[in-house]
């Protein structure tokens, strides 16, 4: 009797193995995944991985001919990506001029449109759009700890021709010194560039622009934007909108300081802060003026314009909540990523190298450093390429006040749609430090959204409730469950719809 009932014990054991087991577990995806058909971009090729993926373009000028990247020759891409373009190209026309910025640019897919282009920028200050490229929203991406790169099935080339631009002049493959004082030199240069861009490929006159980028690209874009609208007859090129993710708005003690030790609290598993810790920075943010900020001054409309805790833009001393937290953070997970929190130990190997720590070592050469990839894509052999530039790429600072408060609102007004979006595992800015200076902010008329964001209103085709969409005066803004600071990286599905909602490819955000 005692060995029957082992033996049924034995055995339900078995079939709870059995049904936990990876094959069981991938039929099970499938059978939710068929539930849920994701409207996903069409495939990138045909069949196999030889077919080209953009239609057939061509430039006239013989000089394009000089920027012509082989698709089928990308070193460790084993497939053709297609025809592309890239060089360096100065940012003037003066015969003299010596800084020159790096770029590679793509078609659109076979079913991208030829109507438009898209511009994309990282941010840093100083980091590479080879980065946004290779790993977020190109036409082929190489995922951290991958060992092979893969067909992105959300590349922006799926909606129209995307030009990346390494800029600021000290950024990437950029050449010459940097000179750049604020964002208005930055918009000139790049400007500078294009009207060089355009005399080569000059097919894309006319074409409908949207600039778009994350991080430090929320000063970058707005400016540049900004530039375009009150410089009509400088750029023959017909300026729509733009999109930011995790963008820098405004001050730091809004975007970082304010909003830390709620968002610890709120993923207080992830980061696992003893409570001695917990009880240090819930006083700091006390005596700071952080803690009851949401709750007093957050309200739906706005009250009066928020005032700032404190005399500091940036925190007053003793009030750095934020770096206590990073600090403490990365003492109890060695592989600690501030910019999706989501991470742990062991770090991902990365081809760019990037981002990077003290605790890791990035493998060598990194990809863009390699002599087979330069003269791929006709980039100088003797530059030693990283993702973010060691030096600064604004020599004495940037002296440009954050776009919220200066050129923001007037973009907005211009713009046929205007795109801010975040991801909510992003500790480097934090979502609601987005959600205060917005609130901060005036356009159309009047201060911060009237209506309060609700909860679970941004529907990413296919997968339903991925978090938080609201719309007023021309600004559409985004939060992103579970996407960290890159959310073309951590969330591509998102950053294609929002892209086509930008475009006016849909009607609904």
Not at 167 to 180: D, K, L, R, V, Y
Not at 213 to 241: F, H, K, T, W
Not at 333 to 361: M, V
Not at 424 to 439: C, F, K
Request: aromatic share 14%; with cysteine; hydrophobic share 40%.
């Amino acid at each position: 009797m005692f060995l029957r009932t082992l033996l049924s014990i034995v055995s339900l054991v078995l079939v709870g193995v059995q049904a936990n087991s990876p094959a069981e577990l991938r039929t099970r995806k499938a059978q939710i995944a068929a539930q849920f058909p994701v409207n996903r971009p069409r495939p990138l090729s045909g069949e196999g991985t030889g077919a080209k993926i953009q239609k057939n373009i061509t430039f006239k000028n013989p000089r394009a001919s000089e920027f012509w990247v082989n698709g089928s020759t990308i070193p460790d891409v084993d497939w053709d990506i297609g025809d592309s373009w890239a060089g360096l190209l100065p940012i003037s026309n003066n015969t003299n001029e010596t800084r020159k910025l790096f770029f590679w640019f793509f078609p659109p897919g076979p079913q991208g449109s030829f109507d438009d282009l898209i511009f994309w920028t990282n941010g840093g200050p100083g980091c590479s759009s080879l980065e946004g490229l290779s790993q977020e929203n190109g036409p082929f991406q190489w995922a951290w700890g991958t060992a092979h790169p893969t067909q992105n099935e959300y590349s922006w080339t799926n909606l129209s021709s995307v030009l990346y631009l390494e800029q600021p002049i000290g950024t990437g493959f950029s050449q010459g010194e940097p000179t750049a004082e604020n964002e208005d030199d930055i918009a000139e240069q790049i400007v500078g560039f294009m009207k060089q861009f355009l005399e080569i490929f000059s097919e894309l006159e006319g074409k409908k622009l949207y600039l778009s980028g994350e991080s430090y690209a929320g000063m970058y874009v707005p400016y540049l934007a900004n530039y375009i609208y009150e410089n009509p007859d400088e750029l023959a090129l017909e300026l729509q909108g733009i999109f930011i993710a995790d963008p820098v708005l405004g001050w730091y003690v809004a975007q970082q300081q304010i909003p830390a030790v709620a968002f610890v609290h709120k993923y207080d598993p992830v980061f696992s802060l003893n409570r001695t810790f917990m009880a240090q920075i819930d006083a700091v943010a006390a005596r700071c003026g952080y803690a009851n900020y949401v709750n007093t001054y957050m309200t739906y409309p706005p009250k009066g314009p928020l005032p700032l805790p404190g005399n500091s833009t940036e925190y007053d001393e003793g009030c750095n909540v934020w770096e206590m937290i990073l600090n403490a953070s990365v003492l109890v997970n060695p592989g600690f990523n501030y910019y999706r929190i989501f991470d742990n130990w062991p770090i991902l190997w990365d081809i760019l190298g990037y981002p990077a720590g003290d605790t890791f070592r990035p493998q060598s050469p990194i990809y863009f450093n390699r002599t087979d990839v330069k003269k791929a894509i006709h980039a100088p052999e003797d530059a030693n390429w990283g993702a973010c530039s060691d030096s600064p790429v604004f020599p004495n600072g940037d002296s440009s006040l954050p776009p919220a408060f200066t050129v923001l609102p007037n973009v907005i007004e211009k713009s046929a749609r205007t795109v801010i979006a975040h991801g909510l595992a992003d500790y480097d800015l934090i979502a609601e430090g987005a959600r205060i200076v917005l609130q901060n902010m005036t356009w159309g008329g009047l201060q911060g959204f009237q209506t309060p964001i609700q909860a679970d209103s941004f529907l990413v085709d296919g997968i339903g409730a991925l978090g938080t969409v609201h719309e007023e005066r021309g600004l559409t803004y985004y939060e992103v469950s579970l996407s960290g600071h890159m959310i073309p990286q951590f969330s591509p599905w998102s950053a294609y719809q929002m892209m086509q909602y930008l475009m006016g490819f849909r009607d609904a955000p």
